[in-house]
């Protein structure tokens, strides 16, 4: 039988699993994966981590991870970017990061940024932008807009002249709806990986 303490590794090792293949695997390839010999310890891991809410199974009777699946543990300490704290390994609570960013996936979308024109709002070439469509938006908000027929990320401000979409680099100017400024989204996070 499989060992219940070592839950949280053999979990860890489907995490991983399926980031590679978008698919949880059959009960003998489970089995290969974790080094188990018989079904039945494969079977009771399964039953396992069914019930604390990590696997479901399908109405074709296959196994597919449920939201806690994409769970990532929280650190229980906040990282300063001044000065050193005390260091542990404190973990206190778990994160589905599709939840911390998406608030509302039906209006939700990811928009690659191009361009550096965002890069003193902390905005560079190549992060995600999530963006919750909605045509509505407040001065100071992050906003994709359609301005004279073309898509582009800035800050939406108003002047004496009307609103305007201020980019974050002096090195561009304001911009000024000549034809039309409609508002497609809203940014409510960004995603950058790192290499």
Do not use: C, W
């Not at 970017?81 to 778990?94: R, W």
């Not at 990811?110 to 361009?115: A, D, N």
């Amino acid at each position: 039988m499989g060992n219940p303490n070592r839950d949280p590794e053999y979990l860890a090792k489907l995490q991983d699993y399926y980031a590679d293949y978008r698919s949880l695997p059959s009960y003998a390839v489970i089995g290969e994966l974790l080094g188990m010999a018989s079904k039945s310890a494969v079977s009771a891991l399964v039953k396992r981590l069914t019930l604390a809410g990590f696997l479901e199974t399908t109405p074709d009777r296959r196994l597919a991870p449920t939201k806690r699946f994409f769970e990532r543990e929280l650190a229980d300490f906040n990282v300063p970017a001044g000065l050193p704290a005390a260091a542990n390994d404190a973990m206190s609570e778990a994160v589905s990061i599709d939840e911390y960013l998406i608030p509302r996936p039906s209006s939700t979308l990811l928009v690659k940024v191009r361009g550096d024109s965002m890069m003193e709002a902390g905005i560079y070439d190549g992060d995600i932008a999530v963006v919750e469509k909605r045509h509505g938006a407040q001065v100071g908000d992050v906003v994709v807009a359609i301005v004279d027929g073309e898509y582009t990320l800035k800050e939406l401000a108003r002047d004496k002249q009307g609103y305007l979409l201020l980019p974050r680099n002096p090195a561009y100017d304001p911009i000024r709806p000549r034809e039309g400024l409609e508002i497609f989204g809203i940014m409510v996070g960004l995603i950058r990986k790192y290499r």
